[in-house]
């Protein structure tokens, strides 16, 4: 569609053009240096004895006859640990009330999920730890677990830690407007029970991490797959009581994130410790059967849930009831309530709804921690909310498109604060809506859906209007007392050259941001894209900043580069015009030269620039310095959040006999503000929507009644596939926010945060002539035969 | 995910192996594709102390016709399967089967003989080689011996081998003219074994079923034939072939058995829904062929 050098053609201006990204060649190419590629000398390897029970208590550990094996360096316990490293909790001072127990990197006396390690080996290779590993004799007394969030507040389930009183986390009430009174006048009242399945995020590169201390400077280098190398930091230097500047976090090519590499995990933990012990590089690369046991999982939610409506299908309110597992503890550094206080606040955001009544219950169970993962809490408001539109929609005889234009936000009423608190600078429900139909050919579809009914065969189309929390401010963690950064930096400096070098404190996990810092550099700069280097991910190197979460890369990120790249080009005219005796305001840099600004004619490269102030500063005039280097922070102010918004269409045909969904086409009209590289645009929705159709479909966390983690590998854990995905259409619309020079807000979620949605409605408008509805995640075809009646 | 040590050996001979059998027993393991063997080693839930590589022996590969019958080497590649014109021109069934086990690379690699041994229930071969009434050939210390494929599978992993012994073939019988066979089934993905599946083969005399061979796979604890749904066919005209006898016969000779994501009710549903599909694709293929 578009064209592969565009960008390079106008040489100034890369922001809003499609540019591929940098390191895609290099990535694809097999050149990637992750983690587990970059080489060590003197390298041990963990191995974790994990628990087999999801609730045990350890008697006692026999790890001689794993200390015998030939290669085994060490062998540490719970018990041992607690002398090595702080314990940490995860809680947050924004969250009252939001309980957690202390944590250390193993299982100190009891093991409380399937999988939780209670041991490590440390041994030459990583084969030789699995050996010693396996060698090790745990004695355990099986206590009763704790598996569905239903019975974890009931008064005989076991408490998971008896020091917490009982297995309540974190509750939340929220109230606002006349909630009994919109019931009570209500022509219609839609109804629904949702549940969210456990899923997981499955990055393609595995956590992994090499920690290297060196006692004699009492410097812990850490190279990590991480998403958040300063909070890292930070954490490393608080548990193993080091100075901060003595913990150096690298985050080299890191292969994919979702919100699962920026959690503490007690692996990665347990590898530091035995590094600051030994005094040598210690590594820990989660093999797939750990990923499932231990990477944080997501979802994990019940929701009953009811919207009022009036007869013109207006909706007046609603009243929703969501709990939520979390495991046996609250994730740190980020705690475990942001997901469930998302997912209550989320409900309803994209309409008019006045009044509102929430209430959110988090509990532990015994089950893999739960913690943010691509889209926190989104989808779960998402298909809560448009599963009762549907339904209202259907029980009124109104179009579904219809009933949510009616209900939308509109451009009138801006800016606009919802229920729950949430506020809107500007959305544009309006324009996607429209533009949404058109894409579509809605019409078509209806006639096309009503013709295949009459051959037998059930076609379903499905809407999610959808809001997407990005660029998050200090309200997101700092308030709440985490030492986790909400601004970004950037560092610039031309070389003689002329070339540019941008570090900046954003990171890059395959997303393509370190192209897109290198578009505003260039923009702003005026240089061609080709001069500009993107350098992240190293604490010692970089800004100190936030770096990526939250959809927070691009929005807050990207200013910090355009303000740098802003100061920098100044500093540049200044040495131009010093060395040309011209004014600054009448000199401009474009395409890597200076110019003359009312005639673009080139009055000298950047390169002689750089010659003259690095080597020749003695032509320059007495005490005149350049400064070829420039700095610059940012963080957004103003709204807590910037939203976006959009929405998504599935279009899809099921098989009634087997309950098979195929999905046959999917839209999504979405309003991220200004695009700045529209490929990755698209990239970071297709994606999204993928993940999220996989939540739908597909994956899910199997347990045993008991607590028993069912699926360890790919061939049971059934992740979405390209044979399987529908062609995914993206449109967009652009209402650039007003609070950033940039104007642009973040992407990576919206795909994600209403793909289910859409799913589900699209499924029961299939199933619709058969009265039947599903609403539990993944709708897999038992699922559906079961609302058939047919199983 | 690292295998616990375990050492590799070659065999050249039969006499080879059964030295090494004989000294390590159960702890000496046959590998042929690896595609199921390695995983479960990976993971450390198979130990063998022997790893006994028998891609070296001699009359376990190529595809060769015995005149009434085609006889499959235990090391026939899936790939090799599909691309042989001897089973296309007298087997097609098989050929049909490979194009649903799994992804190319495993069919690359994954053996006709490891496949039957592993006996995984959800797997296409096992139900393959009983409808077409395959005689399975095994050697062991005891010397050779044949066993219809119909008696080999004991239950989920589990075949008619004592130790010592390996399957060195798998002996076809050609297809007889008027034969029609048809292999489908239902996966939550493409490549992904099979939540219920059928290797049907109807013989026809005169434009009606003599006989018929209706095997499931991905039903119950193992690949299995219903037989009396196959008598329900029996005599029918296939022109006018009425599926619902052998639906209804089906659903009460079978035990379905649930996988992690589908209980024995959606089984016996599934594998309904999919005999009347099947069958009624046959019919319409062999009218095709004709008309
Ligand atoms: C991702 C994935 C998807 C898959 N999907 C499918 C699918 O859809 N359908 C399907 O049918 N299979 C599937 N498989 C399994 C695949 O077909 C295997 O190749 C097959 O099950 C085993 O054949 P192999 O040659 O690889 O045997 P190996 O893995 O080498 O051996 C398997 C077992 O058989 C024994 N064995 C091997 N050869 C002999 C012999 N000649 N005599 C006696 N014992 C022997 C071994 O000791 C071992 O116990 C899948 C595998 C993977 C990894």
Redesign the interface.
């Known amino acids: 569609m578009l064209k592969r050098n565009d960008a390079r053609a106008d040489k100034s201006n890369f922001v809003g053009k499609t540019v591929p990204r940098e390191n895609a060649r290099r990535l694809s190419q097999g050149r990637g240096r992750y983690v587990d590629d970059i080489a060590f000398r003197n390298l041990a390897h963990v191995a974790f004895v994990r628990s087999p029970h999801a609730h045990a208590r350890i008697l006692s550990i026999d790890t001689q006859a794993a200390r015998a094996v030939p290669g085994v360096i060490d062998v540490i316990t719970g018990q041992d640990i607690r002398s090595m490293c702080q314990p940490w909790v995860g809680v947050l001072g924004h969250f009252p009330g939001l309980k957690s127990a202390e944590q250390y990197p193993l299982a100190v006396d009891v093991a409380r999920w399937h999988g939780e390690p209670v041991a490590v080996v440390l041994a030459e290779s ?2 030789l730890a ?2 010693g590993a ?1 060698l090790i004799e745990v004695e355990w007394e099986a206590l009763p677990s704790v598996v569905d969030p239903e019975t974890a507040l009931e008064s005989d389930a076991h408490v998971i830690h008896p020091e917490l009183g009982d297995n309540l986390a974190f509750r939340l009430d929220l109230e606002k407007g006349e909630v009994d009174a919109a019931f009570a006048s209500a022509a219609h009242i839609a109804e629904g029970t949702f549940h969210f399945g456990r899923h997981t995020g499955l990055t393609l590169e595995p956590r992994s991490i090499v920690a290297d201390f060196d006692p004699a400077l009492r410097q812990l280098t850490v190279h990590h797959s991480t998403q958040t190398p300063f909070q890292m930091q930070d954490v490393f230097a608080r548990h193993f009581g080091l100075e901060e500047g003595s913990v150096r976090v690298i985050a080299p090519d890191v292969g994919g994130s979702f919100g699962l590499k920026l959690h503490v995990y007690g692996e990665e933990m347990a590898a530091c410790a035995l590094s600051i012990r030994h005094g040598r590089p210690v590594k820990f690369i989660a ?3 750990e990923a499932f046991q231990t990477d944080i999982h997501a979802r994990d939610h019940r929701v009953k849930a009811r919207m009022a409506v009036s007869a013109e299908g207006e909706i007046l309110a609603m009243e929703v009831d969501d709990l939520t597992g979390i495991g046996p503890f609250s994730v740190y550094p980020r705690t475990s309530a942001v997901e469930g206080n998302q997912a209550i606040r989320l409900m309803g955001g994209p309409y008019r709804m006045p009044s509102y009544r929430g209430r959110l219950q988090v509990v532990f169970q015994n089950k893999t921690p739960m913690c943010q993962y691509r889209a926190v809490g989104h989808p779960v408001a998402c298909a809560v909310t448009e599963g009762l539109v549907d339904q209202a929609a259907h029980a009124l005889g109104i179009d579904p498109l219809e009933m949510r234009r009616r209900n939308v936000v509109t451009q009138d009423m801006y800016p606009h604060t919802s229920p729950t608190g949430y506020v809107f600078e500007r959305l544009s429900h309006e324009e996607c809506h429209a533009r949404l139909a058109e894409m579509m050919n809605y019409e078509r579809l209806r006639r096309e859906q009503a013709e295949a009914r009459e051959r037998g065969v059930y076609r379903g189309i499905g809407f999610a209007t959808f809001i997407e929390i990005t660029n998050p401010g200090p309200a997101f963690y700092g308030v709440g007392g985490a030492r986790i950064s909400a601004q970004d930096g950037c560092v610039m400096k031309m070389e003689p050259s002329g070339d540019i070098r941008v570090m900046v404190s954003v990171t890059e996990q395959g997303q393509g941001t370190e192209t897109i810092m290198a578009q505003i550099a260039a923009t702003h700069l005026g240089v061609p894209l080709e001069r500009v280097r993107v350098y992240t991910g190293d604490t010692q190197t970089s800004p100190y900043g936030g770096a990526t979460w939250a959809s927070r890369g691009a929005g807050i990120g990207g200013v910090a580069v355009m303000k740098t790249a802003e100061a920098l080009k100044e500093n540049l005219l200044t040495v131009a015009a010093t060395i040309l005796q011209a004014q600054p305001g009448e000199l401009d840099i474009s395409a890597g030269a200076v110019v003359s600004r009312a005639s673009g004619e080139e009055r000298m490269p950047l390169s002689e620039l750089g010659r003259i102030a690095y080597f020749r500063p003695d032509t320059l005039p007495a005490g005149f310095h350049a400064e070829l280097t420039a700095a610059r922070h940012y963080v957004p102010q103003g709204y807590p959040f910037a939203f976006t918004n959009g929405v998504q269409a599935s279009h899809l045909e099921v098989d009634i ?4 969904v195929r999905l046959l086409d999917h839209w999504v009209v979405e309003d991220c503000g200004r695009i700045i590289n529209p490929l990755l645009v698209d990239e970071q929705i297709r994606g999204g929507v993928v993940q999220g159709l996989g939540g739908a479909l ?1 994956e899910e966390c ?1 347990y045993s009644p008991e607590g028993q983690l ?4 790919m ?2 854990y ?1 992740t ?2 390209a ?2 995905m529908p062609d995914i259409h993206v449109g967009h619309v652009e209402t650039p926010t007003e609070t950033s020079p940039l104007g642009a807000k973040g992407v990576g979620e919206a795909g994600t945060a209403a793909a289910p949605a859409a799913v589900m409605n699209a499924i029961n408008d299939a199933l619709s002539p058969f009265g039947a509805s599903v609403s539990r995640m993944p709708f ?3 699922r559906v ?1 079961r609302a058939l009646g ?2 | ?5 375990f050492d590799y050996v070659r065999v050249s001979c039969f006499e080879e192996m059964q030295e090494i059998f004989a000294a390590h027993g159960d702890d000496a393991q046959v590998i042929a594709g690896g595609q199921s063997l390695i ?1 479960a080693m990976a ?2 839930m198979a130990r063998p102390s022997v790893l006994l590589d028998i891609a070296g022996l001699p009359g376990l590969s190529g595809i060769e016709d015995t005149g009434d019958a085609i006889r499959i080497g235990a090391m026939a590649r899936y790939v090799d399967l599909r691309e042989s014109a001897l089973l296309a021109t007298h087997v097609p069934l098989i050929r049909d089967a490979v194009a649903l086990i799994a992804h190319e690379a495993i069919r690359s690699r994954g053996t006709i003989g490891g496949n039957l041994a592993h006996a995984d229930p959800a797997s296409e071969m096992p139900a393959v080689v009983q409808a077409l009434d395959a005689r399975i050939d095994i050697r062991g210390p005891e010397g050779q011996r044949s066993v219809p494929a119909a008696e080999f599978f004991l239950g989920t992993y589990a075949v008619d081998l004592a130790p010592g012994e390996i399957i060195v073939s798998v002996t076809v019988p050609k297809a007889p003219a008027g034969r029609l066979s048809g292999i489908q089934e ?1 996966v ?6 099979a ?1 219920a599946g059928g290797a049907f083969v109807l013989d026809v005399e005169n434009g009606r079923i003599a006989a018929a061979r209706l095997a499931c796979f991905g039903v119950c604890d193992r690949a299995v034939l219903a037989e009396q749904a196959a008598a329900t066919l029996v005599g029918q005209e296939l022109a006018a072939l009425d599926p619902e006898p052998a639906v209804k016969a089906l659903a009460s000779e079978i035990e379905p058995t649930a996988d ?4 024995p ?2 089984k016996r ?2 594998i309904g ?1 999919l005999t009347k599909r099947l069958l009624a694709d046959m019919v319409s293929r062999s009218g095709k062929a004709h008309g």
């Not at chain 1, 006999?657 to 098979?660: C, I, R």
């Not at chain 2, 939550?188 to 074994?193: L, N, T, V």
């Open positions: 990583r084969a699995e050996d396996d093999d797939r059967l006999e087997t309950g098979q597909f199997l069912l699926c360890g590998t061939a049971d059934l979405p596939m044979a399987e897999t075809p038992e035969l047919k199983v | 995910m690292k295998a616990a040590p995983p993971m450390r239902f939550r993905r493409s490549g992904d074994y939540s992690l994501h589908n209980g009710a959606t549903h599934l829904v």
